[in-house]
């Protein structure tokens, strides 16, 4: 459900009168991009949230590129999650990729859960964009990498390869949320490469390594930061405007989405999510999505 129209959820108050109505929706199976893939006959989403792969209905293609280290776990995490650890050991070695020099793989491709995580990445990355803190100045999103963030395959890769090897943009984010940055640096690391192209001996193939370092990383992040200001301060009901481009809350809808939000009342009592979440919680949300999608994959692979 976090990751579903998630920017169109609303938060419903407890003493709004609302009188127990239904309240139709619009289903967004009429998203952009949908793809039917070979193992799938169900839609994969709204669009700039699905994974590149998935997108693509195919691995990702190799560039010149560090596969970072593994991230190290915090103590808590390791006294929990003691397997975990000892699978994932934490590790300073990063790894280059030349795709020139790459052996041959197998090319069947199939939806991993890899690519859920991926998802959160970009929900993340999403959200961080387009938040005004409460009672900080106006300010506007960055266009190229709005543009990168709405387009195709190719430029939200490119988007990915950006935030990897080059200083984040300083308007990416609204400046109260610069310490930001080192996180979504780390997390688009860990996406710059498809498992695809690693040897099938090094750990960060194997299918809940994403996962698993996006736990690590989300994780030491929040320990880190859990008292600082930007964690905690309340973000407006509206959206930041890219620079040049207005309204960009409608940039991540669908027609029917939009129909769908213009259609709810004024006097419902209901407001968007964005006013009811920080940003402690929204990463809380996000480490909750990692955590119970690994258990679930680890549960059903057992079964």
Known sequence: MLL????LAEHLDPKANVKGERIDRTVSCVSILIRKLADSHCCQGTPIFIARAVERGDHVPAVPAFVPGIPDSHPHYAEVHPDRVKKFSGSKDRLFVDPESQKPQPKRWRH???HDAESVFWLLLYWAMVVQPEKCSKEKIN?????SLL???GERD???QNLTNNDVPDNLTHSFYKPLHPLIKDLAAILVID??????SDPRKDTFYVTEAFQRLILNFMIKNRDEKFMHRRVEKTFREVEGVPRSNAKSVTDSQAADSAN?????GMRPVC??????LFLLLCLRVCLQATDEDIDMALG
């Open 143 to 147: 266009p190229t990498s709005w543009a």
């Open 4 to 7: 579903v129209d998630f920017n």
């Open 195 to 200: 498992s695809h192209h690693l040897d099938a």
């Open 264 to 268: 709810r009342s004024l006097d419902s």
């Open 158 to 160: 490119a988007l990915v």
């Open 112 to 114: 991993e859960l890899e």
């Open 151 to 153: 387009g195709k395959f």
């Open 275 to 280: 006013g009811s979440v920080n940003f402690c």
